[in-house]
């Protein structure tokens, strides 16, 4: 019996030690997730970056990375659709990012076109009646910034993307039911396929303008904005333009597929004026090898560092046809990656 007995405490007195380490890793544990998630304790980061990752959301994180011009009002993601898989980022720009956006681009404006399917070339269409233009990616410290938060938010990488488009419509104008994907091989030979956008409203829009989806599936009249909507943005999922926020959404499915219900269009502005600036992003790293001659001054009264080569590479006639020659083709291969 003694022996039984003293078998039985030595049981339980294993069992206790176990019990405690058990007990103490789970309140370590606790403790330590505590401090992670109030920011008090962080992980170090994997790669060379001595910058700590914390357990906040990975939105925020991207949110306070991408800084830029003015400060951000309150921000959260809301989800408006599965099919096609569109995101609302709120505040995602600041008032000072849209305006500085809509100043630069006011100078350079002209008639929006849509690409040729045929020869990848732009081309006047009546089913876009907006004024644009192209900013260069990379262009300046603001716009490194806008592409680097966009880059964060939807995990593509910054050269994967196009450079900016800033998009003016006036009353009446607007922009037909359109895919952002390509149904051609020429266009695709460059990054390959568009897989995603993210378009920035850089203004509010009193009457009109909404970003419709007239293929989206799913209630669309639960969207808390309806009784907002012109009879045009009420003919399918509408987005109302508001300034600071971004809509992306997805062109192809995860399983790498197109997806036909992205179908979208502008909606005509009735009422005020409506900026956008629009970020189409590639399934492979995107390099713009357009070039063409634009009427500006020649580029020795103008000079290289005045920024006039634009996202299309447009290049300005040369005073001196002898000038035309290896030195800007260098230089040109340096930016445009001819």
């Known amino acids: 019996m003694a022996v039984k007995v003293r078998h039985s405490r030595l049981q339980a007195k294993k069992w206790s030690t176990v019990t405690l380490v058990l007990s103490m890793l789970f309140m370590l544990t606790v ?11 962080s992980l170090p980061m ?44 709120h505040n995602f720009l600041s008032k000072e990012e849209c305006e500085y956006l809509i100043n630069l681009a006011k100078p ?8 040729d399917s045929k020869t990848g070339r732009s081309k006047d269409s009546r089913v876009r009646t907006s004024s644009g233009m192209f900013l260069r990616r ?32 006036e009353v009446g104008q607007k922009y037909d039911a359109h895919f952002d994907y390509f149904l051609d091989e020429f266009n695709t030979k460059n990054g390959g396929q568009r897989m995603a956008t993210m378009l920035m409203y850089l203004s509010d829009v009193e009457e009109g ?25 009420k003919q399918g999922l509408a987005v109302k333009p508001k300034m600071g926020d971004a809509l992306l959404f997805w062109s192809m499915r995860p399983d790498a597929t197109l997806d036909p219900s992205s179908l979208h269009g502008g909606c005509p502005v009735i009422t ?36 006039i080569f634009d996202s299309n590479c447009s290049v300005p006639l040369s005073c001196n046809p002898s000038n035309s020659g290896l030195l800007l083709f260098f230089y040109l291969m340096g930016i445009c990656g001819v």
């Open 272 to 307: 005020g004026n409506k900026w956008s600036s629009t970020k189409w992003m590639h399934v492979e790293e995107y390099k713009d090898t357009k070039l063409k001659v634009i009427a500006v001054p020649c580029w020795e009264s103008v000079g290289i560092a005045d920024g």
């Open 46 to 89: 994997s790669s060379d970056d001595s910058s700590p990752i914390d357990l906040n959301s990975y939105r925020r994180m991207a949110s306070e990375r991408g800084k830029g011009l003015g400060k951000r009002g309150e921000q959260w993601t809301e989800v408006i659709s599965w099919e096609p898989r569109a995101f609302i980022y």
């Open 31 to 41: 403790v330590l997730l505590m401090l992670l998630g109030l920011g008090i304790f």
């Open 209 to 233: 303008g909404e970003t419709i989806f007239p293929a989206a599936k799913g209630n669309i009249s639960a969207v808390p904005w309806w009784n907002e909507l012109s009879e045009c943005g």
């Open 138 to 169: 990379g262009q300046d410290n603001t716009i490194k910034a806008i592409e680097k938060r966009i880059a964060d938010y939807t995990f593509i990488p910054v050269e994967h993307g196009e450079g900016l488009q800033v998009l003016h419509y």
């Open 108 to 115: 350079h404006m002209t008639k929006s076109t849509v690409v």
